[in-house]
């Protein structure tokens, strides 16, 4: 069974930095496609980015491009992603979730695996 952990949530400034991490156990983590999700309070659950097994393809939400970067270290089996220049409107739980079949993990339907979620607050 493929366990997902995240880490690295907490509480910011407008304008600040956190490095979310995903570390995987109990699976092949080099051949998944592997995904960041956010959800809002009274939001629906939103793609924020995502990175194909071969550390390239990577894809971004509108709202987070120029300003997040995924990568993973398939060596650590663990998958990052950096968030800068951070806004209110970034607050939620951040959702990290894998995909064993596809080359992106772009919609939440397609997860084969998530993780239990990690709290960002960010403050204006």
């Known amino acids: 069974q493929v366990q997902l952990v995240e880490s690295g949530g907490g509480l910011v400034q407008a304008g600040g930095s956190l490095r979310l991490s995903c570390s995987a156990s109990g699976g092949t983590f080099a051949t998944y496609a592997m995904g960041w999700f956010r959800q809002s309070p009274g939001k629906e659950r939103e793609f924020v980015s995502s990175?194909?097994?071969?550390?390239?393809?990577?894809s971004y939400a509108d709202s987070v491009k120029g300003r997040f970067t995924i990568s993973r270290d398939n060596a650590k089996n663990t998958v990052y992603l950096q968030m800068n220049s951070l806004k209110p409107e970034d607050t939620a739980v951040y959702y990290c979730?894998?995909?064993?079949?596809?080359?992106?993990?772009?919609?939440?339907?397609?997860?084969?695996?998530w993780g239990q979620g990690t709290q960002v607050a960010v403050s204006s």
């Open positions: 979730a894998a995909d064993k079949f596809r080359m992106r993990l772009t919609n939440e339907k397609q997860a084969d695996y």
């Open positions: 990175i194909a097994w071969t550390g390239g393809g990577t």
